[in-house]
């Protein structure tokens, strides 16, 4: 079985829809996190680490829109607004993305090239990472590099070129 990841908010190489944009930084969408939906997760996984993630961001490192660790092993749903709705599985846990929150955050690129947001999930060989809610995305992704039994991705477009 191939691991696998689809969304119930939008199709793998769909725009962004209003309802996962920022409400911020000139933008006005409804900031909820979309729906997510994986399968076929590698034997021996024990948890699950979910990261959205715009490479196209012009920081030089990207930007993280969220991070969840510790998804246990027999979740394979996140609900549409599942972050700011408190309906994340119980021991999940939401790390400060780079809007300096800890929840999802929408897209909300500046004027210019359309951006390209990278949803991953996670398999991983232990049950929880020794990590906390201020650890940086990039701590977690050396975690997750260390205990990774596979992923899979799907990624959403948005940017002015796509919507105006």
Not at 23 to 37: A, F, H, I, T, V
Not at 47 to 54: H, K, L, M, P, Q
Not at 151 to 162: E, F, L, P, V
Request: proline share 9%.
């Amino acid at each position: 079985m191939v691991f696998h990841i689809w969304s119930d908010s939008f199709k793998d190489g769909d725009l962004m829809p209003q309802a996962q944009v920022y409400n911020g930084m000139g933008q006005k969408g409804q900031n909820l996190s979309p729906s997510l939906r994986w399968s076929g997760a590698p034997k021996g996984t024990k948890s699950f680490v979910i990261t959205i993630f715009d490479p196209d961001a012009p920081t030089g490192s990207g930007w993280w829109h969220w991070v969840v660790v510790n998804i246990p092993p027999d979740v394979d749903f996140i609900p549409e607004g599942a972050s700011s709705k408190n309906e994340l599985p119980k021991g999940a846990i939401q790390v400060k993305n780079d809007f300096g929150q800890y929840n999802y955050g929408g897209a909300a690129p500046p004027p210019g090239l359309n951006h390209h947001y990278v949803i991953t999930i996670h398999a991983l060989d232990v049950s929880k990472l020794d990590v906390n809610k201020d650890n940086s995305p990039a701590s977690i992704g050396f975690n997750v590099h260390h205990h990774s039994l596979g992923s899979a991705k799907i990624t959403c477009i948005y940017g002015n070129k796509t919507n105006p």
